[in-house]
């Protein structure tokens, strides 16, 4: 069959509309032309805007199907839309409901639309070809195309689909109502809908997951909107699994192949072995449980076999998936569009709380409406988790989930007791991945449990139930447990029994072993360590053979870069050892040290300073001068003192703590490089420039052979060796350096790591310097926002990120952009950092230069006035800020006819330096 020439239609539906996309792709494609549709032609992990602007790209026109869910479910987004009007002169509008122009986008609603919805499938076919152009068969043979290379369309396989909306359900059908509060799963819906279409004779498809997980649900949804695709759809209780012949003997029935007088198995396999040779049919075995019980019922014929089960066993018998908690952003619409007067803050809390687990989310949505707010039914959740798992109605759920978990705990038990006993021991850890290697260290340490120490296979053998009847994730070496399926079992759990429980959480806790906390390899294991550490179900802190470890996890998360999780930990092992062991305690003071670190990486100089000075002072008096920890602390000491912009009392102090720690601990002690490594930033913060090369360079050389070269603190050391080298005018091979260090720290540490960004920020100022504006603002911008999201406005990384975008603005001749923003950062600099610091300082030479370029001559003279005095009392008069000052009131002073003031401070100069931030022209 053909209409004409060949056209490639790019086809742009909602989700909900997949039936009509899928209805209209065949009949264009059997009609000769070729058709673009994400299912048939994207594979999943596909990036969909590339594929999009491809497909467009290639496409004659565009095939948009209109209806509501088209312009209110966010599918025809932004990017498509800007992609169609902007490169296609053709979109061909089909109506597949009704629609007024009120409910189409007021770009698309003056396209007039052809209307398939309402009619049967001849006259929407000779809707579809009128549309697209084609206006049926041609009644002679179309002319021989010459030496030009026809257009082949392949058309799907399969049968023809039905025209969507043409019935409701099939004849033969007994599934119950749908979900009226379904949402989300789309991606689900989509990936089950791929997987049955995909089997060539027939197609059998398991989803499996926790109880809860809306298994049941989505399989009901999935029939109630492919309902018309289907002659038969068949709902089966599967649990009992005993009775699935008596549900064959009923639909042998209806479609009249049973025989009265015969046994419901008899009439079971003349079901079977009508469905052979039947189209069109979809069998539902619901909340199936052992496969082995399924086998021999499963239909074989052109239709399709859906399972649903806690068990993920089913890889011999269907293509198994796993169906797993809801996105955040599914579990944040569920919960505000039901009508609770939810806010999105109280939503996304409460769907941490819960997981985000469905069935935990209908309930909570019950009790809520029914007079219980937000904030108590939390505490209620906190205080009466098992109770308050039990309210809520959820008609559409077999069972409250705290009855539900406690079904399968007590099935489990009942076969398997150091199964329920791992689950117990699990649930007082916290919900993240346990790896099976931590149980197997800890087993001969292990009371609650009955193992044999002899028996290799013990984990596996007492996870798999656990796996079976869904209770927990079994994955990748480790046992997952959902955080309410955790707090149902410890409601369970007999009060004499817990601290023998907790005392087996402790076992395994001790037995990890994640590796050096500096090392970005290990920092995934540590993450999962620090979860487990800090839950709050067993108080970690007066178990000193925990001790070692709990600092090692502040340390990791102070190097990985959660400064607010560091303090949070650090303060509170503070005061519990303090009270414990008292305030000299060499493990409270490394608490000090590091809660004084994070203190600091928060932003809160003033805060760290007295806890980094204290914890100098105790340990100088407990320790003495040169030993390990107090070199640390004098280190830390010179870091506050330099923070703080006191550069010179700084630079003494990192001389002198590295010598102490060459002495006592080596030249290559990675201590002693750190120290090593400070002096230099010191010395270029003074402008010393030469003999901070000296010193950055031969850290640089021992960090990367002690460390290597991926070690965050060799990738810092390289970023200060490319900035010092900036600084003496090797910008083309700073800015080298800085782009190999960058394409490491992204590979390692990530875009968001603080030395990630030291680097990016480093890398936009070569930029700037070499010229390249608006690249090096794109940058800076970019940097700035990261900074602003992750550390806070007032953070002193934030207002240099800030101040470093205000002269990649100025250097556009984006005047008051840059005024507007180097304004409020030196008012925020103020008020952080002083009056006299050397940023601040540094920001308002910034504001004076954009003053100046905008002729508010006698305002920037002021401004730099001040700060030339400051920066002469507080840096002196050699220093290279105080020479860029200098050299940039007297060019305000001349541009307002005072030249003899200006040649009196140039005079004062013997090395003249370009005016700061100011591009040549």
């Known amino acids: 069959m053909t209409t004409g020439t060949g056209q ?10 997949r039936l009509w996309a899928e209805w209209v792709g065949w009949h264009l494609e059997r009609d000769g ?36 869910s088209y312009f209110e479910d966010g599918r025809w987004t932004q990017e498509e839309r800007s992609a169609v009007v902007a490169r296609r002169d053709r979109i061909i509008p089909l109506a597949v409901e009704p629609l007024s122009n009120h409910d189409v ?34 009644t002679a043979a179309p002319a021989f195309p010459g030496a030009g290379v026809a257009v082949e369309a392949v058309v799907p396989e ?52 926790m109880g809860g997980i809306g298994k049941t649900q989505l399989a009901l949804e999935y029939a109630h909107r492919f309902a018309s695709q289907y002659d038969l759809v068949w709902w089966i209780d599967a649990e009992q699994a005993d009775q699935i012949p008596v549900h064959y003997t009923e639909l042998a029935d209806k479609v009249e192949v049973a025989v009265a007088e015969a046994s419901a198995e008899h009439n079971a396999r003349l079901l079977l072995q009508h469905l052979r040779t039947r189209p069109r049919w979809l069998i539902i075995f619901d909340n199936a449980e052992e496969p082995d019980q399924i086998e021999p019922w499963l239909p074989e014929g052109p239709g399709h076999v859906l399972i649903t089960s806690r068990n993920p ?18 579990s944040l619409l569920y919960l505000q569009t039901r009508g609770t007067g939810i806010t999105e803050e109280q939503a996304d809390t409460l769907a941490q709380e819960l997981g985000d687990l469905p069935l935990a989310l209908a309930q909570a949505v019950g009790v809520i409406e029914n007079g219980i707010d937000v904030d108590r039914y939390r505490r209620l959740l906190t205080d009466s988790t098992s109770r308050i798992l039990q309210e809520g109605e959820v008609p559409d759920y077999s069972a409250p989930l705290a009855a539900a978990v406690g079904i399968a705990a007590e099935r489990v038990g009942a076969t398997n007791a150091d199964s329920l006993a791992v689950l117990r021991l699990a649930a007082f850890l916290g919900p993240e991945r346990i790896p099976t290697e931590w149980l197997e260290n800890a087993r001969r340490h292990l009371s609650t449990i009955p193992i044999d120490p002899d028996d290799v296979m013990w984990t596996r053998d007492a996870l798999e139930p656990l796996r079976r009847y869904g209770l927990a994730r079994i994955d990748g070496g480790a046992v997952q447990v959902h955080r309410l399926t955790q707090a149902v079992i410890r409601d369970h759990v007999d009060p004499a029994q817990t601290r023998a429980i907790h005392d087996d959480a402790v076992a395994v806790l001790a037995a990890a072993s994640p590796g050096d906390p500096q090392s970005p390899a290990n920092w995934p294991t540590w993450a999962s360590l620090t979860a487990h550490l800090t839950a709050p179900h067993i108080d970690v802190t007066d178990r000193a053979e925990l001790r070692p470890m709990l600092l090692d996890a502040v340390h990791f998360l102070i190097r990985s870069g959660r400064p607010r999780s560091a303090a949070d930990l650090a303060a509170e092992l503070r005061t519990a050892w303090t009270s414990q062991s008292g305030p000299d305690d060499s493990d409270v003071l490394t608490c000090m040290q590091y809660l004084g670190h994070a203190t600091s990486d928060l932003g809160d100089l003033r805060g760290a300073w007295p806890i980094v000075e204290e914890a ?152 700037l310097a070499l010229g390249e504006y608006e690249e090096a603002c794109r940058r800076h911008e970019d940097i700035r926002d990261r900074r602003l999201r992750v550390l806070g406005a007032d953070h002193r990384s934030t207002l240099i990120s800030a101040h470093e975008l205000a002269r990649s603005l100025f250097a556009l001749d984006r005047y008051e952009e840059a005024h507007r923003l180097q304004n409020e950062t030196l008012t925020r600099y103020r008020l952080v950092l002083g009056s006299d610091h050397i ?20 305002e920037a003279a002021k401004l730099l006035e001040d700060t030339r005095a400051r920066q002469l ?49």
């Open 8 to 17: 490639r239609f790019f086809i742009s539906y909602a989700g909900a509309d």
């Open 33 to 68: 032309h070729l058709v673009e549709l994400d299912v048939w032609d994207w594979r999943t992990g596909d990036d969909f805007v590339r594929r999009m602007d491809e497909g467009l790209e290639k496409a004659d026109a565009v095939v948009a199907l209109f209806s509501k």
């Open 105 to 138: 986008d007021p770009m698309l609603a003056s396209k007039v639309r052809k209307k398939l919805h309402g009619l049967d499938e001849t006259a929407a076919i000779a809707a579809l070809r009128d549309a697209v152009g084609g206006g049926g068969r041609p």
């Open 158 to 209: 399969g049968p023809q689909p039905r025209l969507p909306g043409t019935t409701d359900r099939p004849d033969v059908w007994n599934v119950r109502r749908g979900n009226r509060d379904f949402s989300g799963r789309e991606a689900e819906i989509v990936q089950l809908r791929d997987g049955l279409l995909s089997g060539r004779h027939s197609a059998v498809y398991a989803l499996h997951g």
């Open 313 to 330: 066993n089913w890889r011999s018998l269907a293509q198994p998936a796993a169906l797993d908690v809801f996105t955040r952003a599914d």
């Open 616 to 767: 100098f002072s105790r340990r100088r008096r407990t320790l003495g001068d040169d030993h390990p920890d107090t070199l640390q602390s004098a280190n830390d000491l010179g870091v506050s003192l330099s923070a703080f912009g006191e550069v010179t009392r700084a630079l003494h102090t990192y001389e002198d703590t590295l010598a102490r720690r060459r002495h006592v601990l080596g030249d290559d002690h990675p201590d002693t490089l750190q120290s090593a490594d400070n002096l230099a930033v010191a010395l270029r913060d003074l402008g010393q420039y030469a003999r901070a090369r000296e010193v950055c360079e031969d850290a640089v050389a021992r960090r990367r052979r002690v460390l290597g070269d991926d070690h965050p603190d060799a990738l810092r050391s390289a970023n200060h060796l490319a900035e010092i080298m900036a600084d003496l005018g090797e910008t083309a091979e700073a800015r080298r350096r800085n782009e190999q260090t960058l394409a490491r720290c992204r590979d390692v540490l990530g875009d968001d790591h603080p030395v990630a960004l030291e680097v990016a920020s480093s890398y936009a100022n070569d930029l």
């Open 839 to 858: 940023s601040t300082l540094r920001s308002a030479h910034g504001l004076a230069v954009i003053l100046h370029a905008r002729r508010a001559y006698h």
């Open 873 to 921: 009392r507080t840096l002196g008069e050699n220093h290279p800020d105080t020479r860029n000052t200098t050299d940039s009131l007297a060019s305000i002073y001349t541009a307002m006819g005072l030249k003899s003031k200006a040649h009196k401070l140039q005079a004062k100069k013997k090395k003249p330096k370009r005016m700061f931030g100011r591009k040549r022209r």
